[in-house]
């Protein structure tokens, strides 16, 4: 029998644990044995001191075995692929990736998350398509991956509850951002959920939890070893999330600009990260295609209406309405103008997410319940030249008070100068 007190002092003292006793700790923690106190002093410990590759990969294991698994592979009969990202503000990565890739033709089954403080989740903007089911059965997940070649749902309680339970009294304790915990979280449920292939979305800057490339590359590695040790194949690309991705912030609005994208018409920033994402899942896939060969089949895939058409067939299979007409919109829309010329110099990730959930489009408390239509489009990104007059961002929102407040966040947090900063691209480096 484990001390919770004797390993909390351990750790804080910079001790290394044993794989048993980490193992002993969380599932006693699911169990109920570990109350939120000591788990909680743990993970703050955990936090300042670090675990060692060997401790998160029993941590990893522990969460693992926390729940059920899924063989995906062999329930499909294929290879299966999946992606996930560290969390961004604008990203809905997922959304415009998976139809794409089932496109293609290679299964995608993907269970993703919700959003909390300025980052938004898959699950949340899926929502805003009236009639979406996102809590299908595991029986019903996979029926629907074989037969339509997609389906995104909500992860099962059975699936890593220790990350459940974690998470959360991470995020209530300021000890979400730390590697292995990060590693351990994402892997966790990565493995668990049985995806054969695996490409990580590492978000490197202002808006994301790993503010420089070095501990983003930590990350990566962590994230690798564990899924080496598992017996994944796992890339991670490092991303700039140093300004919001693409243009849409807010849940209905990230939607239409899925489906734009998936039509060749969305922003160039975000269109770049959906196709190289594309790329590392379809040459990781069965199909046996060569890095250029799988991006050309990716472009392919938008440019004959394949990739639309295959949004259209998934959403309306999870009983959703795919008409973008039907999306919900808000009642007050105002245009944020900038009194000055030159260019943009950066746009505050964290600002504008804040502005957008102030707004309503996101979660202040797990309670708190979204408004789908409310948002912000940042119409003029980095680098971008802007006249007197002209309007930056669009604000979406519920009235006129809450447009005022949040113009006035998101014009501040744009930074302009007389010259253009360096370009820099979207995919800052990968990792294999
Ligand atoms: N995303 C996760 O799933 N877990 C984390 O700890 C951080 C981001």
Same mark, same amino acid.
């Given at each position: ?12 003292d910079?001790?290394e ?57 062999s329930a ?68 629907q ?19 459940k ?6 995020d ?9 915990l ?47 040790r598992?017996?994944r ?6 991303t ?21 994208t ?20 379809? @040459? ?8 250029? /060969? =799988?991006?050309?089949? %990716? !472009? *392919?895939?938008?440019?004959?209406? +394949? ?16 008409d973008e ?9 105002r ?66 008070e @809450? ?8 014009? /501040? =947090?744009?930074?302009? %100068? !007389? *010259?253009?900063?360096?370009?820099? +691209? ?7």
């Amino acid at each position: 029998m484990i001390h919770p007190a004797e390993l909390i002092q351990r750790k804080r003292d910079g001790e290394e644990l044993a794989a048993e006793e980490l193992s002993e700790l969380v599932l006693g923690y699911v169990a109920g044995d570990v109350p939120d106190y000591q788990m909680a002093a743990f993970l703050m410990a955990v936090y300042f001191r670090g675990l060692s590759p060997a401790e998160t990969f029993a941590l990893n294991e522990a969460m693992i075995r926390s729940g059920e698994t899924v063989d995906l592979g062999s329930a499909i009969g294929r290879k299966v692929v999946d992606k996930h990202s560290t969390g961004g503000v604008g990203d809905k990565t997922t959304l415009a990736v998976g139809p794409i890739v089932a496109a293609c033709g290679v299964p995608f089954g993907k269970m993703s998350g919700r959003g909390l403080g300025h980052t938004g989740g898959t699950l949340d903007k899926l929502e805003s398509i009236p009639g979406i089911r996102i809590e299908l059965g595991l029986d019903e997940f996979l029926a629907q991956v074989r037969d339509v070649g997609i389906a995104i749902i909500g992860q099962t309680a059975d699936l890593v509850p220790a990350d459940k339970l974690l998470y959360g009294l991470r995020d209530v304790t300021a000890t979400v951002d730390n590697v292995s915990l990060i590693a351990s979280s994402i892997m966790s449920k990565k493995i668990a959920g049985g995806a054969d292939a695996i490409v990580l979305d590492v978000k490197v800057g202002d808006g994301a939890f790993m503010k420089t490339r070095e501990d983003a590359r930590a990350l990566a590695e962590a994230m690798l070893e564990l899924g080496r040790r598992a017996g994944r194949e796992v890339v991670c690309v490092l991303t700039d999330m140093d300004q919001p991705l693409g243009s849409a912030v807010g849940n209905a609005l990230e939607v239409r600009e899925a489906v734009d994208t998936l039509r060749g018409e969305g922003p160039p920033d975000f269109t770049e990260l959906v196709l190289a994402s594309c790329t590392h899942l379809l @040459a990781l896939s069965d199909l046996g295609l060569e890095e250029h /060969a =799988a991006r050309e089949r %990716a !472009e *392919q895939a938008v440019a004959d209406g +394949s990739a639309v058409a295959t949004y259209r067939r998934w959403i309306a299979a999870q009983g959703g309405d795919p008409d973008e007409a039907v999306l919900p919109t808000a009642p007050v829309t105002r245009q944020v103008v900038v009194e000055r010329e030159g260019f943009v110099h950066a746009i505050g990730a964290v600002e504008v997410g804040l502005a957008a959930l102030h707004l309503g489009a996101g979660r202040r408390t797990k309670e708190d319940s979204i408004d789908h239509a409310v948002g912000v489009r940042c119409l003029a990104k980095r680098g971008d030249r802007v006249v007197t007059g002209q309007a930056v961002a669009e604000i979406h929102a519920r009235d006129e008070e @809450a447009a005022e407040r949040a113009a006035a966040d998101v014009l /501040a =947090a744009y930074t302009f %100068a !007389e *010259q253009p900063p360096p370009e820099r +691209s979207i995919v800052l480096e990968t990792i294999s």
